[in-house]
């Protein structure tokens, strides 16, 4: 099997994995934490792993998503078995990869603190202290890279600065990187220009300039470090035209373009966002506006766009990249 290094050089997309707390919940299985689910429900965790492989997956990401020590500590564990439990996502994913029998890459998953950071906030009162933010991100990524995990995936992030905080400690690894954010529509009052900028207001030129700046690295362009830039997730509750997989094109579109005005011409893209949005069916229960055949019929413009990797984040699940599959190989 090639390096992903070597992968990135071909020009055929790769297909992500979906969502993976949905798929617990459809197990009937509800934690604190999905982290934990590498401890106490490590048949399911491999069993997702594997229908992701079985529709089509090219790469899936390990369980680790708030596996940090700040998020098992808000559940109620031990700051300690944060390392156990990343350890073990490792070993659950190259469990499914084996069974599978197929050339897989596995990315090791890293998600957003459960809170603003210092950068962000200001200080350490309201926000959680850079220094712990790098100490968690550091203690998964490093159990991650012992794990030999094929490429680093920093996920669902609310904050250009933890963003740059989290490649700045993992480029030690030497191991390539993804950094995706997550955003929400906003329009300019003045030009009526639709910009994405997540939560601290961070839009793809802002990331750039974030990364770049050497702010949060000591002087260090984190551009270096990163392979592959993208958006993920999507938490807009109003507008269609700006979720799952129009939300997808938009911010690769923004995201492209302002890599374009940097002159930047070297990083992939990637995308996995939410099947739409979230609604509740008449007895509660909460389920997503995009189906599979929905998301697909996106996929020929997604990469278009110039979309390298695809998957979904919440509300899609395996039938949904068995879809992306689909219409992926039909066009080959």
């Known amino acids: 099997m090639k390096s992903f290094l070597d992968r990135l050089q071909e020009s055929e997309p790769l297909i992500f994995d979906g969502g993976f707390g949905s798929q617990l919940f459809v197990r009937g299985i509800e934690l604190a934490n999905s982290a934990i689910a590498n401890e106490s429900h490590p048949e399911a965790v491999t069993d997702i792993h594997l229908e992701y492989i079985e529709a089509g997956s090219d790469a899936i990401e390990t369980n680790t998503f708030v596996a940090s020590f700040p998020h098992l500590e808000m559940a109620g564990k031990d700051a300690s078995a944060s390392d156990g439990l990343v350890r073990r996502s490792v070993e659950l994913a190259r469990e499914a990869i084996s069974r599978s029998g197929k050339e897989v890459y596995l990315a ?138 129009p939300y997808a094109i938009n911010g690769l579109q923004q995201l492209k373009d302002a890599m374009d005005e940097r002159g930047i011409t070297s990083k992939k893209m990637m995308t996995h966002p939410n099947a739409g949005k979230a609604q509740l069916d008449k007895n509660h229960n909460t389920y997503y506006a995009q189906t599979p055949d929905d998301m697909a019929a996106y996929l020929p413009e997604l990469l278009e766009v110039g979309a390298y990797i695809i998957g979904g984040c919440c509300g899609t699940g395996p039938s949904h990249i068995r879809a992306f599959r689909d219409i992926l190989d039909g066009r080959a």
């Open 108 to 245: 090791g998953s890293i998600g957003p603190l459960p809170g603003a950071i210092e950068a962000d906030s200001g200080d350490t009162d309201f926000g959680i202290a850079n220094s712990i933010a790098r100490e968690a991100h550091e203690r998964v990524a490093t159990v991650l890279a012992e794990g030999e995990v094929d490429f680093f995936c920093i996920e669902t992030m609310f904050s250009a600065k933890e963003a740059a905080i989290a490649v700045d400690v993992i480029r030690q690894f030497n191991i390539p990187v993804a950094v995706n954010l997550t955003y929400k529509y906003t329009k300019d009052r003045k030009t009526g220009q639709v910009i994405y900028k997540t939560d601290w207001g961070n839009s793809a030129d802002d990331l750039l300039g974030i990364l770049s700046s050497g702010e949060l690295s000591g002087g260090v362009d984190l551009l270096d470090s990163v392979h592959l830039l993208g958006l993920n997730c999507g938490a807009e509750s109003r507008r269609d035209e700006h979720t799952g997989m």
